[in-house]
C-alpha cells in the first residue's frame, strides 16, 4: 500500500490522475452531447430521454456519485499541480515562447479549467436543482435559453470548454504513455477534433433553442 500512496503523492502519480478523471469526462461530455441532441427530433424526444435517464433510478445516482468523486479528484490534484509549478517557478518568464509545442490550451489550463468550474455550478443551479414540479425538462430548457444573456454565457463556456478539451485531451495521451512521434500526431489531430464537436456541438443547442422561443 506504501507504493500506492507514494505513487499518487508523487508528480506523476496526480498527472495519471488527472488523465484518468479527464479520460472519464471526456466520455461524460460525448454521452451527455448525444442525449442532448434529441432535442432536434422535438420536445418530446427529449423529454423522453429525461425519463429514460430518470427511471434508471439507483444507477443514475451512482453514476452521478462516481462522476462528482472524479470531478473533485480532478479539480483538486489540478490546483495541487498548479500551485506546485508556480512555486516551482514564481517569476514568471519575460518572453512567453510557443516552441516546444505550447499552446493556447496549454497556456491556459488553469484559468480554463477554473472557469469551467464556475460554469459548471451555474448551469447545475439553473437545470439540475431546479424545481421540476408540474414542468418538464424541455420547458426548463427552453425557459433559460429564452434569455439572451443566458445563451451568450453558454456559448462563451463551451468556448473555455473547447479550448480546455484540445489540450487536455491529447495531454492525457501523453501521461498515459503515447507520447510516440508516430502517434501523436493522430492524437493531437483527435483531440482538436473532439473539442471542436464538443464546442459546437453545446454550443449550437442555446442558439436553436433561442430561435425557436
Known amino acids: ?11 506523476i502519480g496526480k498527472k495519471l490522475m488527472m488523465a484518468i478523471t479527464g ?30 435517464l430518470h427511471a434508471l433510478g439507483p444507477l443514475l445516482t451512482v453514476a452521478e456519485l462516481v462522476l462528482l468523486t472524479f470531478f473533485l479528484v480532478h ?8 500551485l506546485a509549478n508556480l512555486k516551482a ?3 514568471r518568464y519575460a518572453v512567453n515562447k ?3 509545442g505550447r499552446t493556447l490550451g496549454s ?10 468550474l464556475a460554469f459548471i455550478i451555474f448551469h447545475l443551479i439553473n437545470f439540475h436543482f431546479v424545481d421540476k414540479t408540474n414542468t ?10 429564452s434569455n439572451t444573456g443566458y445563451v451568450v454565457v453558454y456559448i462563451l463556456a463551451m468556448v473555455v470548454a473547447a479550448i480546455h478539451v484540445s489540450h487536455g485531451f491529447w495531454s492525457a495521451f501523453q ?14 489531430t483527435a483531440g482538436t477534433a473532439f473539442a471542436v464537436v464538443v464546442g459546437v456541438g453545446f454550443g449550437f443547442l442555446p442558439i436553436y433553442i433561442f430561435l425557436l422561443a
Open 89 to 91: 517557478r514564481p517569476v
Open 98 to 100: 510557443t516552441a516546444g
Open 175 to 188: 501521461t498515459l504513455g503515447a507520447n510516440h512521434p508516430k502517434y501523436m500526431p493522430l492524437i493531437h
Open 136 to 145: 418538464t425538462i424541455f420547458n426548463i430548457v427552453s425557459d433559460a435559453f
Open 1 to 11: 500500500m506504501n507504493w500506492i500512496s507514494g505513487m499518487l503523492g508523487s508528480s
Open 23 to 52: 479520460f472519464s469526462f471526456c466520455g461524460f461530455l460525448a454521452a451527455h452531447l448525444a442525449g442532448n441532441l434529441t432535442i432536434y427530433a422535438g420536445k418530446d424526444a427529449f423529454n423522453g430521454y429525461a425519463e429514460h
Open 107 to 116: 497556456a491556459t489550463m488553469p484559468y480554463t479549467g477554473a472557469l469551467l
Open 75 to 82: 479539480v483538486i490534484t489540478g490546483l495541487i499541480l498548479f
